[in-house]
């Protein structure tokens, strides 16, 4: 419950999982969203790593497995390759449902019980809302069969260099997507993804968006901006007027959490920190955004005469 997590971009060496998962359970990582290979849509025939045979792939993924047991991590959460949809591409788009077909299946396999699984931004919504509950809709057959939660997350665009909200920006576009995808596949197999920086960047109220999610909320994707790039640096980073105050509202991320009775891990896609950093001192960086993980969670877990 509420395991201080991280993203395996950067730090996890795929020739070496129990080497990582050793090092990530020396820095205090509980928990992993775990991504998975990218597809590029410029291939042309498609080719990737999806092309292999489901018995290949699931011998791949044995040690990863394994090692991520043997040290006593979970996968709380994997994050599928995006794009899913690309527009007057049908052969990339049935692609991509394969992809996603196998990616369910790994997931089983592993113990992940959730895929993030950007949606599509479209110049108008009535498109937007189209072609993700016809993309989305291709998913149910397979996480029912796996039994995997599919993610939508709150994602924004940017127009003549403006911030603009994409999917999803708002929570109530969110409960819709969610609550009628769920209708169409008769249980619940889609779940949300809140990114609290992406919310930051569309100025969404940070509170009010997770308590209008409620139930609905499954993972995140933590991590810190100044309202203007996404940059994905670690919490408290961005600041100004000499650092008095913070761009993104991290009270209220807090204590929607708390007000929801969140459950799941407090994962950090925080990726450009360490990319940004000496790799000597990743072990370090790494357990600094795992104690930031244990500090929301002492926070969201105190009562509330303590939260002042």
């Known amino acids: 419950m509420l395991e201080a997590g991280i993203q395996t971009s950067q730090w ?159 929570a109530e576009e969110a409960v819709r997507y969610i609550d009628t995808l769920n209708e169409m596949a008769g249980c619940d197999c889609f779940g949300f993804c809140f990114d609290v920086g992406h919310a930051n960047l569309v100025g969404a109220n940070m509170r009010k968006y997770l308590n209008t999610l409620g139930h609905r909320l499954t993972v995140l994707h933590i991590h810190d901006n100044n309202g203007v790039e996404d940059v994905h640096m670690l919490p408290y980073s961005q600041t100004h007027n000499w650092g008095q105050f913070t761009y993104l509202d991290w009270e209220g991320f807090i204590a929607g959490l708390r007000d929801i009775h969140y459950q799941g891990a407090l994962c950090f896609e925080t990726f450009r920190v360490l990319q940004v950093t000496p790799k000597p001192v990743w072990p370090q960086m790494l357990a600094t955004i795992t104690a930031m993980g244990r500090y929301f969670r002492d926070r969201i877990l105190a009562p509330e005469e303590e939260q002042a």
């Open 12 to 170: 996890f060496d795929w020739a070496d999982p129990d080497g990582s998962c050793k090092r990530g359970h020396e820095a205090g990582i509980e928990a992993v969203d775990f991504g998975m290979p990218g597809v590029s849509p410029k291939e042309d025939p498609i080719k990737s790593f999806y092309d292999k045979p489901l018995e290949e792939i699931i011998e791949i993924f044995t040690p990863f497995k394994a090692a991520f047991e043997k040290y006593g991590m979970i996968i709380s959460q994997c994050h599928a390759p995006f794009p899913l949809w690309v527009k007057e591409r049908p052969e990339f788009n049935d692609y991509m449902i394969m992809v996603m077909e196998k990616i369910c299946a790994v997931c089983e396999f592993i113990g992940c019980p959730a895929i993030v699984a950007h949606g599509i931004t479209r110049s108008n919504k009535e498109n937007e809302w189209n072609t993700n509950m016809e993309m989305y809709g291709r998913m149910i057959p397979a996480a029912k069969k796996h039994g995997v939660k599919i993610c939508l997350e709150n994602l924004f665009g940017t127009f003549h260099g403006h911030v603009v909200g994409g999917t999803c920006a708002t």
